[in-house]
């Protein structure tokens, strides 16, 4: 995927979360609130529990179907992270070789199931981030995160990093273009050309940032960030949605759901045949 | 009124690096002038409209907005009277939408929010550009991005409006649009810029600049009349009185 496409899709983010649906109109610091316990109680499992993650998939999922975010558009988001989360987790498998499992001649070992976690929860970590953003919008997240509590020297961060992404990324993309203007045929950028173009990039960055600086300055900027938009209200909607997500996350955390399903065709028959289902465990 | 008159009295600026910039610039401008800042590249144009909101504080001689002498200790009181309009308005435009980013001046200078948010409105209209309100900077035209940076200085009620190449990067018909637009505002305005067009349009005076010297101050047809003084300065005639390009006569 190109940087333009990419940006499209960013773009596209934007226009998702400015639709109107129940979900939409809530305050963003219930979705920020519910998203932030979902991430703690899912990346707290623990690293060999493959199976206790899939139930967290419903969550980003039920979210992006109730916002009218498209399913393709997050995979596809969401699988830009997997070269990175491949890199962190591929030397799993030959460190851990405890055997965990044997189906036959296949041999589950600790390491490849830790790998698996990895991906998994980092997919999960991704797709309910964007979710978020695609029901919420970038900026009311960040107002959130202030009226949560956040410093607000991180809010601005956060702010700025967002809204200065596509300038820079035009910026890059210019270079990438002046410099395919004088290859002689199509070639990608050697690592010399990487470093030369991210240098440049760099001290473009530096250059732009001290003249918002100053456009800030002859603005009356004294350190803190006004804000104009009135404050929304945390009513009953906000408090049911925490409420109904709160006691899913809980019972995904706690119950090893996907167990007792997979239990629950042994228990059925048990039953079936007259034995005792205390056996079963 | 004397407290909108804008003086340079030698007026010299070295970058940190020791390029000279500005070299004893002297320059009055009086309350409700139009004044065209013209000069080639490196003449110091934007570092002089930098003086005059205090983005540089005089390293030798003084800046004085009105009675206000532009020192550390009085910015605050000089960027209220001073509004810069910056070359790329990306660099102006930085928070989510547009109109907090219209807000921004006047909520900084203590207006309540909802003066603030009335002089929003009343700015985005100025411009015509109530519509893109609620929309981020980064889903602007160049045009569009061009008049909210306007209209995030309007929001401030300067009484001096400053602008660096104002006309960069516009398409004819923005462009247009923004003389136009310029034409109507009664505030003090110093335009630095490439586009002599544009300063026969809406300055009746000019200053040119070069290696940091003023070369020239005086009413605008009579400077772009002296092709002598242009070619020394490394500018050219503006194209309307370059005549006609076909016949060679004036137009």
């Not at chain 1, 990175?84 to 799993?92: D, Q, S, T």
């Not at chain 1, 995904?252 to 996907?258: A, F, H, K, Q, T």
């Not at chain 2, 002498?69 to 928070?95: A, I, K, W």
């Not at chain 2, 300065?233 to 194209?239: F, G, K, Q, R, S």
């Amino acid at each position: 995927m190109g940087l333009d496409t990419a940006l499209h899709e960013i773009r596209r983010l934007d226009d998702l979360a400015a639709q109107d649906t129940a979900l939409h109109r809530l305050d963003a610091r219930a979705k920020v609130l519910v998203t932030l316990a979902y991430l703690v109680s899912m990346l707290s499992l623990g690293r060999y529990e493959v199976s206790r993650l899939l139930p967290f998939a419903a969550f980003p999922l039920l979210l992006a179907v109730q916002g009218g975010v498209p399913l393709g558009l997050l995979l596809r988001r969401a699988a830009l992270a997997l070269p990175f989360v491949v890199f962190v987790g591929i030397f799993n498998p030959l460190i851990d070789r405890n055997v965990h499992l044997t189906l036959g001649p296949l041999v589950i070992t600790g390491g490849m199931l830790s790998f698996t976690s990895i991906v998994l929860r980092s997919l999960l970590a991704v797709t309910t981030g964007l979710v978020l953003v695609a029901v919420t919008g970038f900026d009311q997240v960040c107002r959130a995160l202030g009226r949560l509590g956040m410093p607000t020297a991180l809010l601005v961060q956060l702010q700025f990093l967002y809204r200065y992404l596509f300038v820079l990324a035009d910026e890059a993309l210019r270079m990438l273009h002046a410099r395919v203007q004088r290859c002689a045929k199509n070639s990608r950028p050697s690592l010399h050309e990487y470093r030369a173009l991210l240098g440049n990039l760099l001290l473009r960055t530096l250059d732009r940032a001290g003249r918002v600086h100053q456009a800030m300055l002859c603005r009356g900027f004294d350190g803190t960030m006004p804000d104009l938009r009135p404050t929304s209200r945390f009513g009953l909607a906000e408090w049911r949605f925490c409420a109904i997500w709160g006691l899913f996350l809980l019972a995904v955390r706690i119950l090893n759901i996907p167990q007792h399903l997979g239990d629950l065709p042994l228990y059925l028959a048990a039953k079936a045949g007259g034995l005792f289902p205390g056996v079963l465990k | 009124m004397s407290h909108h008159i804008v003086e340079l009295k030698g007026l010299s600026f070295h970058y940190p690096d020791g390029t000279p910039a500005l070299d004893s610039i002297d320059l009055t401008i009086h309350h409700g002038e139009s004044v065209g800042l013209v000069g080639a590249n490196g003449a110091g144009k934007s570092t002089m409209l930098q003086h005059l909101c205090g983005v540089h504080v005089p390293q030798t001689g003084r800046v004085r907005v009105g009675d206000v002498p532009v020192v550390p200790s009085t910015l605050n009181e000089v960027r209220r009277t001073v509004g810069l309009v910056f070359q790329d308005p990306d660099d102006q435009l930085f928070m989510p939408t547009v109109a907090e980013d219209v807000a921004f001046g006047p909520l900084n200078i203590g207006l309540p929010p909802e003066e603030a948010a009335l002089r929003v409105d009343q700015a985005l209209a100025q411009v015509d550009a109530l519509h893109l309100k609620h929309r981020p900077p980064h889903r602007l035209s160049g045009g569009e991005k061009r008049a909210v940076a306007i209209a995030t200085v309007l929001a401030c009620s300067p009484d001096i409006l400053v602008m660096d190449e104002p006309s960069a990067n516009l398409d004819p018909r923005s462009r247009r649009l923004l003389i136009e637009l310029l034409r109507g505002f009664k505030h003090t305005k110093i335009l630095a810029t490439h586009d002599l067009d544009m300063v026969l349009d809406l300055c009746e005076r000019t200053v040119v600049l070069h290696q940091g010297r003023v070369m020239a101050d005086g009413p605008t047809a009579a400077i772009f009349a002296d092709h002598d003084l242009l070619a020394a300065c490394a500018l050219e005639p503006p194209l309307r009185m370059q005549g006609c390009p076909l016949c060679g006569r004036c137009n």
